[in-house]
Structures are given as structure tokens and as C-alpha cells.
């Protein structure tokens, strides 16, 4: 096995401070970022303020400002103790921002490194920041990164009926789109509510293409630990809501599969509480037996740009008591955006007739998304 070699030349938009600094300047800033929002090693939030910006509140996503938040925990406002900012969530009561809390500023500028899965809550938080200017006037500033699954797209298309925090637009699983090129598309497709359109400013990335292989240099979030978590992701998702652990309590999350019991694999695992992490993991404190996936992810998915359901088919038509596999249809339906694919593993569907009825809705996608993509695409 090849090692993946990754693109060290790739500039991200925060980085390129020349093409958007002075715009800021005289004007009031709320920052939509996370620990991923980092400037040349150093936080944008302090980035900003060093150079004389009026930055006035922070927004923080899933998983906190700092990222010390666990998956699905309410996200606390409060106040940064680095800096002195008001930090409000957008992870709690409120997940979108009021015309109150935007009374104060003129920008809202997002930069936060996403993982280019329809599921991963970055872009439900943007999705409401662009949809809170665009109703306020506020302008909003993209800085955009790469997205480390952007060589592919795969995945159901996510139905209407099926929408929420966790797919808001209809989009595939994988939608091989950066922040910035998802942003133009909900802006001009009119996502947001009432169709309302957001004053929006994109700052690219240099010398990014969607072949490029990009080595996140914090992690996403506390479960996304390596990029063979982050490659494995979009597959390994859809176990969340079924009788399967992948790894959350343990060194290996989103890089592990199993449960007490099972015969399939030869690692075993035990799920603990991590704090900041993970609560009350599934199988807390029981040894589990599965399958180690890690050398697989970091491989796989670039070769073969398709996500991986030979383990969910594998794993379900495989489990003893079928009726119990899934702990929640309805949310699991949500992570898929369809009640279909659910349906299709119940009834044993071959993986080859489950890819196939994604084909024509995906073909419609995919003709979509090229009118929006800023970098040269893998086709």
C-alpha cells in the first residue's frame, strides 16, 4: 500500500489576509469559527484583533468556539476567556442567529474547516448565519479551506421531507463541495427561507484542486482524531443509529466497528466516557469485537471515490435479532435523507442495487454543482 501524499502548497482563505483585511477595517465583525479557524497557526479571533480589526462577538458551531464540546452536547454562550468576547451558541437554544444579536455588526465572517459530509453540522450553522444576514442586511465573508473528501460525490440525495439540523439541503451524503462553493449554491439555488439572497464574499483558497489531497492540521471535532477517521466518516455515519459502535469511547472513533458479541473481525475494543469527547458511549465499559478499519480509510476511498456499504449491509444482514439493528429509524432516515436506503438494507438489497438507484438523482446533482465549483474539479 502507497502512502496518500497530501498538497503542502495549498493557502487557505484565511491565510491570504492581503485579499480581504482592509475590507474589514472601520467595520464591526462577529466571527463564526471554531479551533480550526487558525491563521497561520494562530487563531483568526486573535489574528484579527492584532491587526486593529473591530472584532465585537464570536459564534460558536457544534462542539464550542474552542472545540472542547462533545458530539450532540449543548454548546454554552458565554465569554472567551483569551480574548474577553462574548461567545454565543449556535449549538443550543438557538441555532440561528436574531436580528438582536446582529443589531451590533456590519460583517459576519465564517471560517471553519468542514469534512464534506451532508451530516457534519458546519454547514446547517452556515446555512443559518448566511439566512440571519441576508433577513438583517449583514454582509458575510467566507474564508474558504479545502474540503478533505472533496474528490468524489456519492451518497442519496436528501428528500424534502427528510430535512433537518443533520441534512438541510438537497444535496448527497458527499457532496465533494468546499464551504465557499456550498454557500454559492444555497445563495442561487434559494435555499434560504422565503429564497432570500445573502450579500455573500467568498476568499479562496491558492492552489487547491479537488484531486488535492489536504492534511487538516487541527482536528475537525473531538471524534475526528486522523484523517483515516475523517476518509472513513461518511460511511461509518449510519452506523450511529444502529446496534454497531464505531469506536466513540475509545482511541479509534469513526476507525473501529463491532459490538459485544459478534463474530465478525478480530480486534476488540471498550467503549469508556471521555470527557469533552464522548458521554455514555454506546457499550460503555463492555468489550466489543469487530473490525479494525484505519489502513482500509486511508486508502480506500481516494481509489475508489465511492463510499464504502459493504460493512452496514454486511453488518445488518449479519446481526441476530434484524428487527432490532436500527435504534432509531426515523434518525437514522435523517442521516441518510431518505427513507429508501433504510428500506433497501431491510429487504437485503445487493450494495450494487443500492449505489444503482442513487444514479439519477446524483447525475441531476452533479450537473448542478459544477455550475458553483471556485477550483478545478476530479472529472
Same mark, same amino acid.
Given at each position: 500500500?502507497?502512502? &496518500? ?5 495549498? @493557502?487557505v ?6 485579499? %480581504? ?6 467595520? +464591526?465583525?462577529?466571527? @463564526?469559527?471554531?479551533? =480550526? ?16 480589526v ?11 468556539? +474552542? ?7 449543548t ?5 472567551d476567556? +483569551? ?14 442567529p ?26 446547517? =450553522?452556515?446555512? %443559518? ?22 474528490f ?62 489536504? +492534511? ?16 472513513l ?16 469511547g ?13 463474530d ?21 465499559n ?16 481516494f =481509489?475508489?471515490?465511492? &463510499? ?37 438494507? =431491510? ?7 443500492i ?6 438523482? &446524483? ?17
Amino acid at each position: 500500500m502507497n502512502e &496518500l501524499e497530501y498538497d503542502s502548497t495549498i @493557502v487557505v482563505g484565511a491565510e491570504r489576509m492581503n485579499l %480581504y483585511l482592509d475590507n474589514l477595517q472601520e467595520k +464591526r465583525l462577529a466571527i @463564526v469559527a471554531n479551533q =480550526t479557524s487558525l491563521v497561520n497557526g494562530v487563531h483568526l479571533v486573535d489574528t484579527l484583533i492584532s491587526s486593529g480589526v473591530n472584532v465585537v462577538k464570536v459564534f460558536a458551531p457544534e462542539h464550542g468556539f +474552542r472545540g472542547n464540546a462533545a458530539a450532540g452536547e449543548t454548546v454554552e454562550s458565554g465569554k472567551d476567556s +483569551r480574548t474577553g468576547l462574548p461567545v454565543i451558541s449556535l449549538y443550543g437554544s438557538s441555532k440561528k442567529p436574531t436580528a438582536q444579536m446582529l443589531s451590533d455588526i456590519d460583517i459576519l465572517v465564517f471560517d471553519i474547516q468542514d469534512v464534506g459530509a451532508r451530516f457534519y453540522t458546519y454547514i446547517s =450553522t452556515m446555512h %443559518y448565519v448566511m439566512e440571519a444576514a441576508a433577513e438583517n442586511d449583514k454582509k458575510v465573508l467566507i474564508l474558504d479551506r479545502p474540503n478533505p473528501n472533496g474528490f468524489y460525490v456519492d451518497g442519496p440525495v436528501l428528500e424534502k421531507e427528510f430535512q433537518s439540523f443533520v441534512g438541510m439541503h438537497p444535496i448527497p451524503v458527499v457532496h465533494g463541495l468546499t464551504v465557499g462553493e456550498l454557500a454559492q449554491m444555497i445563495n442561487s439555488e434559494g435555499w434560504l427561507f422565503d429564497g432570500v439572497k445573502c450579500d455573500l464574499n467568498i476568499i479562496k483558497c491558492e492552489n487547491y484542486e479537488h484531486l488535492d489531497l489536504y +492534511r487538516l492540521p487541527v482536528k475537525p471535532s473531538p471524534n475526528l482524531p486522523t484523517m483515516e477517521s475523517i476518509y472513513l466518516y461518511p460511511s461509518l455515519c449510519f452506523f450511529e443509529p444502529t446496534q454497531v459502535s464505531i469506536g466513540r469511547g475509545t482511541d479509534l472513533p469513526f476507525q473501529v466497528i463491532g459490538y459485544p458479541g459478534n463474530d465478525l473481525g478480530t480486534t476488540t475494543f471498550t467503549p469508556t466516557s471521555i470527557p469533552g469527547v464522548v458521554e455514555n458511549p454506546k457499550y460503555e465499559n463492555e468489550i466489543c469485537s469487530g473490525s479494525k478499519l484505519q489502513d482500509f480509510g486511508s486508502f480506500y476511498f481516494f =481509489t475508489s471515490r465511492e &463510499l464504502y456499504l459493504a460493512w452496514l449491509v454486511g453488518y445488518y444482514n449479519h446481526y441476530p435479532n434484524k428487527e432490532e439493528f436500527f435504534s432509531s429509524e426515523s434518525f437514522f432516515d435523517k442521516l441518510a435523507g431518505t427513507n429508501s436506503l433504510r428500506q433497501q438494507i =431491510t429487504e437485503e438489497k445487493s450494495v450494487e442495487d443500492i449505489r444503482s438507484s442513487w444514479q439519477p438523482e &446524483l447525475d441531476k446533482f452533479k450537473l448542478v454543482r459544477k455550475k458553483y465549483l471556485l477550483y478545478p474539479d476530479f472529472e
